[in-house]
């Protein structure tokens, strides 16, 4: 009984994790383009045409001029300046949300980024189970850290402190990994299949 109110609790924990940044994601560009709406209004009063595809006219406008305003940041991004305050902020306020290094790295390399934040993907030995972990941190030459996620939500799970004889690296992307604890281990075969590094961590 308590392995499974563990479970629920956990399981409900790192979806909650999950969720909120993608609602607040979603929310915070609705209240943008509201308020671009609101602004371009008047530009918008001015064009002959109401409505394109049943859409209306201020809110075409609030979409392009979020996205312009997107592109702008995006190339304000690329400046030195910009990259100290993103560190800052990093290391100082989103490094405390838990999994948010690990779902950066898995969103950059998704899209195609380089990023300092991928994780190596490793076989752990724990009690005689080998289980699928990432590998965040080597402590020394003897020990690592290692991130065991739980199924069927990898958000949610265990640091280990690993003896390093009993890794094995995984020439998998992260994001492979988590879906072996998504689909609870079907299809793994397939996943793995010939990705195991035989020798010794």
């Known amino acids: 009984m308590k392995s499974i109110t563990s479970f629920i ?13 993608v609602v607040l994601v979603i929310v915070l560009i609705g209240k943008a383009l509201e308020i671009l709406r609101k ?8 064009i002959p045409l109401e409505t394109i595809g049943g859409i209306a006219m201020a809110r075409i406008i609030a979409l392009f001029l979020l996205l312009l305003i997107c592109f ?12 100290a305050i993103k560190n800052w902020i990093e290391n100082n306020i989103l490094s405390h949300i838990p999994g948010y290094s690990l779902l950066k790295g898995m969103t950059e390399s998704a899209i195609g980024l380089d990023s300092k934040d991928l994780k190596d993907v490793v076989l752990v030995d724990i009690e005689e189970v080998w289980q699928i972990g990432f590998l965040m941190d080597k402590i020394d030459d003897k020990l690592s850290a290692v991130y065991i996620p739980g199924a069927p939500n990898p958000m949610s799970g265990d640091v280990f402190f690993v003896k390093n004889d009993r890794l094995k690296k995984l020439d998998l992307p ?9 689909k609870f281990g079907m299809d793994a075969k397939n996943i793995v299949n010939g990705k195991i590094d035989k020798s010794s961590f």
């Open 72 to 83: 702008v940041a995006g190339l304000f991004a690329k400046t030195k300046k910009a990259n």
């Open 174 to 182: 992260e994001l492979s990994a988590m879906k072996i604890y998504k």
């Open 9 to 21: 609790k956990t399981t409900f924990i790192g979806g909650l994790f999950f969720v909120i940044p």
């Open 39 to 46: 602004l371009v209004a008047p530009i918008a009063a001015n």
